[in-house]
């Protein structure tokens, strides 16, 4: 198909190869824009929820730390264990994924603040 039949692609956005491109069909049906974010700014967007992180130590070693994430600073990140009542500063440039649960509710949306004390 071509751009005419589908429509004009909107500004910044590549071909999106989905279900019908793995069926055989047009992937230029669906469009999917590109985002101008950094992972420190897409980090940010989360600051409040509970959060996997996984990072990279040395070469090779992977560390798997898991939190409330609280604050995102130009070069650290800090998860909040309630567990523990700590708080655990992480290296912003050693993490390579992170992963925000509870698609399906099964954690809350949002932290609630810390109100000077600790929650129960």
């Known amino acids: 198909m071509s751009e005419e039949q589908t429509g004009p692609r909107p500004r910044g ?4 190869l989905g279900a019908k491109a793995a069926q055989g069909g047009d992937s230029h049906s669906q469009w999917c824009t590109v985002q101008k974010k950094t992972l420190q ?7 409040g929820s509970f959060v996997v992180c996984e990072m ?3 070469t090779q070693n992977r560390d798997q730390r898991s939190g409330w994430l609280i604050q995102v600073g130009p070069s650290y990140f800090e998860l909040y264990d309630k567990g523990s009542d700590s708080a655990v500063s992480c290296d912003l440039y050693s993490l390579k994924y992170f ?3 509870g698609v ?4 809350p949306e949002k932290l609630e603040p810390l109100a000077g004390g600790n929650e129960e």
């Open 13 to 16: 956005a590549l071909p999106y």
């Open 41 to 47: 700014e897409k980090l940010a967007e989360h600051v």
């Open 56 to 58: 990279l130590i040395g």
């Open 99 to 101: 992963t925000v649960p």
């Open 104 to 107: 399906s509710g099964s954690y």
